[in-house]
C-alpha cells in the first residue's frame, strides 16, 4: 500500500512539473509594453484598448482578449500580441490599415429616384480613432431626369473622451433632396424637400471598452422639412414639420472581427420620441430592435450569419417618417419604397463562404423572409414577403472598411431581380 501511495504521488508531481511551462507566463508582472508597426496611429489608441497594462500581471486570457480588442478596432490588418519573457516585456506587433476612404456614390432606381454622390471618412483622426465624414449627395428623379436637389452632411465621432468609457458623436445636414411618396409601393408623387438636421449623442461604455459589452446612449435629433410638390398627386400625410426627438439606446455587442469574417453576437435595442414638450410640431413614438448571430461552419473560415429585426411607429406618423426595409441591408429583392410602414418585423439567413479558405473573396448564399405593415394593411397584401439570392463580396486589407460587395436577390411579392452595390457586410 505504502509502494502504491509512493507511486501515485511520484506521477502526481512528474504532471504537475510538465505543466508548469504552460503556465509559466500566467502571473507575471508586466514590466513593459512594446509596440511596433505604427504610422499613423498613437500609442495612447493601443494602450487604452488592452486588457493589461505596466506593473499589473499577465493572465493566461489577457493574449486573446487583447488580440480580438485591436481586431475590432478596425485600424489594423495584422494583430499580434507576444507574451511576456523572462524581462516582462509585452511585444505588440501590428500593421495599420489606410484610413481615409473616399467613396463615390450612385443609385439608379426605375420606381423613383436615382441619386449621385461622394463619400469622405477618416477613421482614425489624430491617430485617436476619431471619425469625420463628409458627404455630398445629387437627386435627380427617375432614371437620372431632371428634378434636382443637392444636400451635405457631416458628422464627427469622439470615441473614448479622455480615454474613459464616455464617447460622443454630433452631426448636422441641410438642403434639397428628392421625396418619393409611396402607396403600398407605387410611386404616387415626387416632391422637392428642403431639409436642415443636426444631432448629438453621447455613449457610455458598461463594458472595460466602448463595443465589447454593454454600452448606453443617449442623444437629441432635430430637424426642419419643407415639401413642394413637383409632379403627382399631393397625398395627405406629406406635410411640412419640425420633429425634436430623444433617442436611447441599449447595446450588447460580442463580436471577435477577423477582417474577412466575423464571429459572435449583437444586440441593440432604441426608443426615440419626438414630442411638442421637445419643441416638436408632431408627437411620434419609434421603437427599434435587433439581434445577430455570427458563428463559423466547422473548423473554417466560413460562416453562418443571422438577424432577427423588428420596429414600431406610433402617433403622428407622416410619410417622411416611415419605416422602409426595401435595401442592401434590410430585405433584399425590393427597392427602397416597395417596403414601407409602421411595423415591421423580418429575419435574414445567409451563409459566408471565402474562396479559397481565409482569401479575400467570399461568396454569399441568403434568404430573407418578413413584413411590415401600415394601417394594418400588410405590404402587397401578403401574409410575408421574401427575397433570396447571392452575392459576392473583395476585401482590400489595407483599408479600413474596404469590404466592397454586390448582390442580386429575387423579390417573391414583385417577382422581380433586384441588384445591389455597397461597402460592408449586409450585417
Known sequence: MLRLIFTLVVFLLLSAAQLLPACA??????????????????????????????????????QAAGERRLRNLGLFSTVVILPPGEDGSVHVVLKERWSLFILPEASRSDIGKSTAGVTLTEHNLWGLHHQLR??????????????????????????????????????????????????????????????????????WALGAVPGDGWDLGLGFYSSRSTFRLVTGAPATLVQDSRR????????????????????????????????QGFGSTVNVYRQTSYLTHHTRLYSSTATLDWRISG??????????????????????????GELQGQYYLFGNIEGRFPLPAASNVQLVAFSDVG???????????????????????????????????????YGTATRRWRFYFGTGQAF
Open 134 to 203: 463628409v458627404a455630398v449627395r445629387e437627386d435627380t428623379g427617375k432614371n437620372f431626369s431632371g428634378l434636382k436637389g443637392t444636400r451635405a452632411d457631416g458628422s464627427y465621432q469622439w470615441r473614448r473622451v479622455a480615454d474613459g468609457p464616455v464617447s460622443l458623436a454630433f452631426g448636422m445636414g441641410a438642403g434639397r433632396s428628392v421625396f418619393d411618396a409611396f402607396d403600398q409601393g407605387v410611386l404616387t408623387g415626387q416632391y422637392q424637400q428642403q431639409n436642415s438636421s443636426w444631432y448629438t449623442s453621447a455613449s
Open 25 to 62: 507566463d500566467d502571473g507575471v508582472w508586466i514590466r513593459d509594453i512594446h509596440i511596433t508597426g505604427l504610422q499613423r496611429t498613437s500609442p495612447r489608441t493601443i494602450l487604452r484598448e488592452l486588457p493589461f497594462s505596466v506593473g499589473g500581471l499577465w493572465h493566461a486570457d489577457s
Open 311 to 336: 420596429g414600431a411607429a406610433s402617433g403622428q406618423v407622416l410619410k417622411d417618417g416611415l419605416f422602409d426595409i426595401g435595401s442592401n441591408s434590410g430585405l433584399r429583392g425590393y427597392l427602397p
Open 244 to 275: 425634436n426627438s430623444v433617442l436611447s439606446t441599449v447595446t450588447y455587442t460580442n463580436l471577435d472581427d477577423h477582417t474577412t469574417w466575423i464571429t459572435g453576437t449583437g444586440f441593440q435595442y432604441a426608443l426615440d420620441v419626438a414630442h
Open 371 to 409: 413584413q411590415i405593415w401600415s394601417s394594418h394593411r400588410p405590404a402587397f397584401r401578403r401574409p410575408v414577403v421574401a427575397g433570396f439570392g447571392g452575392g459576392a463580396r473583395l476585401t482590400l486589407r489595407w483599408l479600413v472598411k474596404g469590404t466592397f460587395r454586390v448582390d442580386a436577390a
